[in-house]
C-alpha cells in the first residue's frame, strides 16, 4: 500500500528536466508570496504536514524559550546568575539528549513513530510547567528534555526519508521547515509576552500545551497503523541508498566542522535568549508612542525578519550555492554571528539607557547567521552522512549545540561579573575563529558531486 502521509523520497529529476536549482528565467519574482509559492510547489505533500507539526511545537517552546529567564528570575527568585546558568543546562539537556535519541530511531523501523511518542511528551511537560509548584518544574525540564531528545532527529530522519540522496530541493526544504519554525517561534514568543502580562505564568504555559496538543493532532493521521507495507515503503528506499556512496571523500572533516559551527551558533543563541534579554531590561529604552514593549517580544523580531528574509534567500541559494558553497555560506553566518555582538560595543561607551535601534541591528545580524548556520548546515549534514546514521550524525549536530548551550550560560554569568565591553568582545572573537576553522576544514564551493 502507498504511504500517502509519508511517501518514499521522490527520484532525482533527469538531465531532460529542468533542475530545481537552475531556473528558467533569468530574473526573479518581485512577488514575495510568489517565490514562496512557486518555491514550495517543488516540495511532497508530506513535508507540509510535517512543517505544521514543526510550526505548532515551535510556537509552543517560544512560549518557554522567551520567557524563561523572567520567569525563573520572577516566579521561582532565583538570582539572575543562577537564572541564565540552569537556563543553559537545561537547554543543554534538550539538544544533547539527541544524541542517544537519534540512536534510538535509526534501531525503528518507523521514522513516525519516535516524532508522535515526542509529542505526547512534551504535552506533558509543557502542562506540569503551568504548575506554580517548584518540583513540577523540575518534572517538566525532565518531560521537555526526553520530548526534545525525540523530537529533534525524528523530523530530520523523516526529513532525509522524504528526499532522495543527492536531491537539490533538500537545502530549500530545510529552509522552508525553518521559516515555519520561525513563523511558530514569532507567534509563540509574542503572544507569551502579552498572556504572561495579563494572565500569569500559569495560564502561559498552559497555553503552550494546548498548541502542542494541535501537533500531536497533525500527526495523529500518519500513525495510524494500516498495515505492514507503510513503515516499509517509508524506509525501504533509505535501506537501498545504504549501498551506493553517499558520503564525500571529505566527510569526516565537513561533519567536523558543522559541528563546531553548530557549537558556536548555539552558544551566541544562548546570549541572545537569555543574557541579551536581561541585558536589553536594564539598557535599552523600550518605550516607544508611550507602550512599553514587553521583553518576550525581542524574540518575535528575530523570527519575524526571518520570514521577510528568507524569500530572498530561497530565490538566491542556487546561485549562492554555485559561486560561494554551502560549507562557505555557513563560514560567513558564523561571521554574523559575531557581528551580532560587535554592533554593541559601542553601547558600552554610555550609562544610559539606549535606543531600540542598537538591539535590532544585534539581532539583525543574528538572524542573518541563523538563516545561515541552521538550514544550510543541516542540509550539508544530510547530504554528507549515510542515510543509516542520519540519527546519530543529527544527534552530534544537537549534541554539539547542546555543549554550545552549556558554555553559553557559563558565559551568560559573565555578564555579571565582567564589564560588558569585555564579554562583547569574547562574543565577538569566538565565532571568527569558527569561522576561519570552518573555511579551512571545508573543500570549496561544491562539496559534493551530488549538489551539482
Known sequence: MNDTTFPAPTPLASDSEPSPDRPNHPSFPSSLSFIYQALASKHPHAFYRLCLAVLCERWAAFMFISTAALMLCERYRLPQADALYWLGIASAANYVGSLPGGYLLDRTTNARRGLGISSLILLLGYTTLSLPYRPALYVAFALLFVGHSLYKPSTQRILAALYATGDARLEGAQVLLHITANIGAAGGSLLAGMLVHHAGWGVTYASAALIMSVAGVLLWPSQTNHGCSKSSTLD????????APTSTPNSSQIIAGLTLAMFLFTLCTA??????LLWSKDRIDRIVLGFEVP?????????????????????????LKRSIGTSRLVALGLVAAALCFAVLVPTTLWTHRVSLVWLAASLSFFVLAELLVAP???ALLLRSTPPHFIGVVTGLWYGSGAIGYVV??????????????????LLTALPIVGAVVLATLTPQPNESPTEQ
Open 408 to 425: 553559553g550560560g557559563e558565559i551568560g554569568t559573565l555578564w555579571s561579573r565582567w564589564p560588558t565591553q569585555r564579554v562583547l568582545i
Open 376 to 378: 544550510l548546515g543541516l
Open 271 to 276: 546570549q541572545a535568549e537569555g543574557a541579551l
Open 236 to 243: 525501504a528506499p533509505v535501506r537501498t541508498q545504504v549501498e
Open 295 to 319: 521583553i518576550a517580544w525581542f524574540l518575535a523580531f528575530p523570527a519575524i525578519l526571518v520570514l521577510l528574509l528568507a524569500p530572498m534567500q530561497l530565490a538566491l541559494l542556487p546561485r
